[in-house]
């Protein structure tokens, strides 16, 4: 090689006695082995030591997940079968009527596959869950979007719900 800087680098060691030959070679060498450690073995060690650590962790993860899996799996094998728009507000409006609240619907419109939008106004906000609850134990029917705003009479609310059918 005839690079200028590879020339100087040899004249120089050229121009060193031994003694500082041996100090410079010395040097060379621990430092070359202090940078193989800081750049290349600190950080595989650290990095090991974090991976003895979280791979336990990430082994209970994943079998805690398998096992909700099946879960998941049972529960959608024994969920209510899908509700079509017709029946769902049908379902609604049957049980809105048993729970005396079908006077306070005010709307109640499909709103796309498996979706009704509700319209509740004057209502009693326990009798509202009450209902809400009953709709999603029993039938799988569950509130989406929900806003409620209080009256000014105590305990009544209205309400603005979207609700969708078991299966989506």
């Known amino acids: 090689m005839n690079i200028p800087l590879f020339d100087r680098l040899r004249n120089t060691w050229n121009s060193l006695q031994s003694r500082e ?48 899996a099946k879960q998941v799996a049972q529960l959608r094998s024994s969920a ?9 507000l049908t379902k609604l409006e049957q049980s809105a009527q048993n729970r005396g609240l079908r006077e ?13 939008r509700l319209s509740l106004d004057a209502v009693d906000f326990n009798a509202l869950l009450r209902w809400l609850k009953e709709l999603q134990t029993q039938n799988g029917i569950r509130p989406e979007t929900a806003t409620i705003t209080a009256q000014s009479e105590l305990g009544l609310v209205n309400a603005r719900l979207l609700v969708r059918g078991p299966g989506l």
């Not at 800081?38 to 336990?56: E, G, H, T």
């Not at 209510?80 to 769902?88: F, R």
């Open 104 to 116: 306070n619907i005010t709307r109640m419109e499909p709103d796309e596959t498996n979706a009704v």
């Open 80 to 88: 209510p079968a899908k509700i079509a728009s017709g029946n769902l």
């Open 21 to 68: 030959r041996l100090v410079v070679g010395v040097g060379a060498v621990i430092l070359s082995a202090l940078l193989g450690y800081s750049i290349v073995w600190a950080p595989v060690q650290r990095d090991l030591s974090n991976l003895r650590i979280d791979v336990p962790k990430q082994r209970t993860q994943l079998a805690l997940m398998r096992v909700q």
